[in-house]
């Protein structure tokens, strides 16, 4: 009997994983199980606003005990400031680096690659988290990496 509850404490310890799971979506792959994600529809869910230039390069989810988006944008240099001054992140949280705010990288997520990256932290009143990363290393584009995760 102990042998088949140690057996069944280490198979329920091996499935624990399977419980958290990251599905990447690709922009123009309609996710099976919901609508189509939109910049539109992700700045709504998380609070931000974002330029007329802005361009939705990827999309990923991670669901378990705490919720996870993130996503990548691409900008025009020029809205790079406005799009900060409107954010919740303050000027001041921003650091060179990824900062351990950003994760790993995942096909088209990678800020592992960005020619000059800052990132910062804001914590909301719920507890939640919003990470930006901006990668604005190259002449004619600026990359947003955002993560928006919470409890």
Known sequence: MRGRLVAGVVLAMLGAPAACHRKETAVTRPSEDAPSPTLSRLAHEIGLTFPASARLIWVGRETGIDDMVSFKVEIAPADLPGFLAASPVPADAFAPGE???LG????????SQAARLRTGQVVRADHSALNIGVD???????V???VSHGT
């Not at 790993?104 to 800020?111: A, E, K, Q, R």
């Not at 604005?136 to 600026?142: A, E, F, L, S």
């Open 99 to 101: 900062g351990g705010l």
């Open 104 to 111: 790993s990288d995942l096909g088209l997520w990678n800020p």
């Open 136 to 142: 604005d290393g190259k002449p004619n584009i600026v």
């Open 144 to 146: 947003l990496y955002i």
